[in-house]
């Protein structure tokens, strides 16, 4: 159950940070001078990003998932990065996120900026659950 709560945790986040994203890239294209109401989604957009999410999930299960020495867990996660990075960049060219190389560029930029928020966002959830635990634990001793 643990492992299914983590993998739903991170599947929305990673969409929900994807769909920031883009909503980023719209307003940026919009400044250079696009026009706003010609940036749109369809809703295989839409499905692909919450695909690309729950995919882009499970690595982070199968490799991060157990205590480790700092030096391998470092390198984990520079694979971590290179795979979710190859995946979402294969996703991209598959789904038709962009058109051009700026496109791809662009999408380069948001993927990291996604991939240091989805690690914020994880170590607060966790740094979170970790003070509710000892609060609990420290009321059962104030009990006792």
């Excluded at 890239?25 to 749109?40: H, R, T």
């Excluded at 060219?93 to 996604?114: A, E, L, N, R, S």
């Excluded at 509710?132 to 059962?140: F, P, R, V």
């Amino acid at each position: 159950m643990n492992k299914l709560k983590l993998w739903l945790e991170q599947t929305m986040m990673i969409s929900f940070a994807i769909f920031l994203g883009i909503i980023i890239e719209g307003l940026v294209y919009s400044f250079m001078g696009d026009n706003l109401a010609d940036f749109n989604l369809t809703w295989l957009q839409l499905v692909s990003v919450i695909l690309t999410g729950a995919v882009c999930s499970l690595p982070t299960l199968f490799w991060l998932t157990d205590d480790l020495p700092r030096n391998k867990f470092i390198v984990r996660i520079i694979l971590h990065c290179i795979c979710l990075y190859a995946v979402v960049a294969l996703f991209g060219f598959v789904f038709k996120w962009f058109q051009h190389m700026d496109g791809f560029i662009f999408m380069t930029i948001i993927f990291f900026m996604v991939y240091v928020f989805v690690w914020l966002m994880t170590l607060w959830f966790h740094k979170r659950d970790e003070n509710q635990i000892n609060k609990a634990l420290d009321d059962i001793r104030d009990e006792e």
